[in-house]
C-alpha cells in the first residue's frame, strides 16, 4: 500500500474518480453523479474526474467547475474482443505513464471494478496514490467467468491489488467473493449503500390510495434483467379487475428483441394501458413519480447479470410510493420487505399480482408502505454516504475532515 499523503492543505484529500460511464442516463451515470457530488459537498474532497473522451462534454457539463481528464476509454477497454485491443492499449498506457506521473493525487477511487479499476490501478501506481474500488452490481462480477484470459487476470489483479474494496450491496459482495474465494482475503472490504434526496412534502405521490385509476410505473432500461415481463403480465391481469388502470414503463430501450416480445403480449385493440416513455428528463421522471399510485420493478437473473442494489427503489420510496418487487439480486437491500415494499420471488407473476391488489385493496396499507419508503429515502442520503465512504478514506490514513458521522459497521 502506498503511504499516505497528508500535504494538502488541512483536511483536504484530492481524489481522481475514475467513472466507468457517463454518455447518457443510466444506474452508472447517476449512481457516478451523486457519489461524487456528495463527497464534493462534505467540503474535504478536491475531485478531479476521469472519464472516457466521448464522455468528456457531457461529464464538463454534469460536474461543473470540477477538472475533467480523459482516456481514450474507460469501462470498453477490456480485452474481449479483437476491436478493443488497440483502445484498451491506448487506455492502458495514457494511464500509467500519462494522466498517472501527472500525480498530484491522494486517492484514485475507480466506480468500478473492470475495466474502469484497472485503469484506475495504473493511474494510481503511476501517481504514487491509494486505490479504493467500489462494485457495482453485476458488472462488477461477470468478469470472473465470463471473460478472455487476460480480462480474467487484469479483474482478479485489479481486485487483490486494491486498498480497500466496497461495494453497493452484500449481494453484489456476495458474488465477487463467490468468484474469488480466498483471493480477497487481505484486501479490507465494506458495503457502502448509495443514497438519494429527500424532497419537500409537495412532490409526494397524491394518487397512492387511488382505486379509481390506479398508475403503476416502471423505471429502468427495457431489458430482461429488469423483468418488466413479469410486471407486464402482472398489470394485464390486474386490468381485468381495474380496467382504468395504467401502467408507465421509463427507460430507454437496450434489448429490442425484448421489447418486442414485450409488444406481442399487448391486446390488439390498442386499449392497454400501457405507455412505453423511453428515456426522461428529471423534471419529467419527477411528475411521473408524483402522478404515480404504484412503484412495480420485478428484477431477475439473467445468465451472470443480476440487479445490485436498485437505486430506483430509493428514488420512488422519496416520493412515498409503495412498491412491489422481485427479491433478487440486491433487491431486498434497496426494499425492505413487508415495510417499505412487497416483495415477491422473481419471476413469480402471482404474487406480484396479489402483492398489487392487496395494496390498491388497502389504501392505508399503501399509504403506510410508502411513509416507510420516505423514511428509508431520509435515512439513507447522499450525505449519510459521503460519510461512511469519507471515513473509509480515514481508515487509510488520509484527513477525515470535519464530518459528523456515525462509525460505520466493522468491514464485511
Given amino acids: 500500500m502506498p503511504e499516505a499523503k497528508t500535504g494538502r492543505a488541512g483536511s483536504r484529500v484530492r481524489v481522481l474518480f475514475v467513472v466507468p460511464f457517463i454518455g447518457e442516463v ?32 457531457r461529464a464538463a457539463r454534469l460536474f461543473g467547475g470540477v ?6 476509454a474507460v469501462q470498453d477497454a477490456g480485452f474481449s474482443h479483437p476491436r478493443t485491443w488497440w483502445r484498451a492499449s491506448c487506455a492502458a498506457l495514457e494511464a500509467r505513464f500519462g494522466v498517472g506521473d501527472r500525480g498530484g493525487f491522494d486517492l484514485v ?33 461477470k468478469w470472473a467467468v465470463h471473460a478472455n484470459i487476460l480480462d480474467r487476470h487484469l479483474y482478479r489483479r485489479t481486485l487483490m491489488t486494491a486498498d480497500f474494496l466496497c461495494s453497493i450491496s452484500q449481494a453484489t459482495l456476495d458474488r465477487i467473493r463467490m468468484g474469488l474465494g480466498d483471493a480477497l482475503a487481505q484486501v479490507p472490504q465494506r458495503v457502502i449503500f448509495l443514497g438519494t434526496e429527500t424532497l419537500p412534502e409537495d412532490t409526494l405521490s397524491s394518487a ?29 391481469r390486474i386490468r381485468q379487475r381495474y380496467p382504468r388502470a395504467r401502467y408507465r414503463i421509463v427507460g430507454k430501450i437496450a434489448d429490442e428483441g425484448f421489447h418486442r416480445e414485450l409488444m406481442s403480449l399487448l391486446p390488439g385493440d390498442g386499449d392497454s394501458g400501457v ?14 413519480y408524483t402522478q404515480a399510485s404504484i412503484f412495480i420493478l420485478t428484477p431477475q437473473d439473467a445468465g451472470e447479470k443480476f440487479e445490485g442494489f436498485g437505486l430506483v427503489f430509493l428514488e420512488a420510496g422519496r416520493f412515498g410510493l409503495p412498491i412491489v418487487a422481485s427479491s433478487a439480486g440486491g433487491v431486498s437491500e434497496a426494499v425492505i420487505d413487508g415495510v417499505t415494499g412487497i416483495l415477491t420471488a422473481p419471476g413469480d407473476v402471482d404474487a406480484v399480482v396479489k402483492a398489487a391488489e392487496m395494496l390498491l385493496e388497502d389504501p392505508k396499507c399503501a399509504i403506510r408502505l410508502g411513509a416507510a419508503g420516505r423514511h428509508r429515502a431520509r435515512e439513507l442520503s447522499w450525505s449519510r454516504f459521503a460519510a461512511e465512504q469519507r471515513q473509509i478514506y480515514a481508515k487509510l490514513g488520509l484527513p477525515s475532515g470535519e464530518l459528523p458521522v456515525r462509525s460505520p459497521p466493522a468491514e464485511a
Fill in 67 to 72: 477538472e475533467i481528464l480523459s482516456l481514450p
Fill in 26 to 57: 443510466s444506474g452508472w451515470a447517476t449512481a457516478s453523479l451523486g457519489m461524487i457530488k456528495a463527497l464534493i459537498n462534505t467540503g474535504g474532497v478536491d475531485a478531479v474526474v476521469a472519464v472516457a473522451r466521448k464522455d468528456r462534454d
Fill in 109 to 141: 477511487h475507480s466506480l468500478e471494478v473492470y475495466p474502469a479499476g484497472w485503469l484506475g490501478s495504473l493511474l494510481a501506481r503511476g501517481a504514487g496514490a491509494l486505490h479504493v474500488v467500489t462494485a457495482i452490481g453485476t458488472y462488477s462480477t
Fill in 208 to 236: 397512492v390510495a387511488d382505486r379509481q385509476q390506479p398508475i403503476f410505473l416502471s423505471v429502468g432500461a427495457v431489458k430482461r434483467r429488469k423483468g418488466q415481463d413479469v410486471s407486464l403480465r402482472a398489470f394485464l
Fill in 275 to 288: 405507455s412505453f416513455l423511453g428515456a426522461v428528463s428529471d423534471q419529467e421522471l419527477s411528475s411521473l
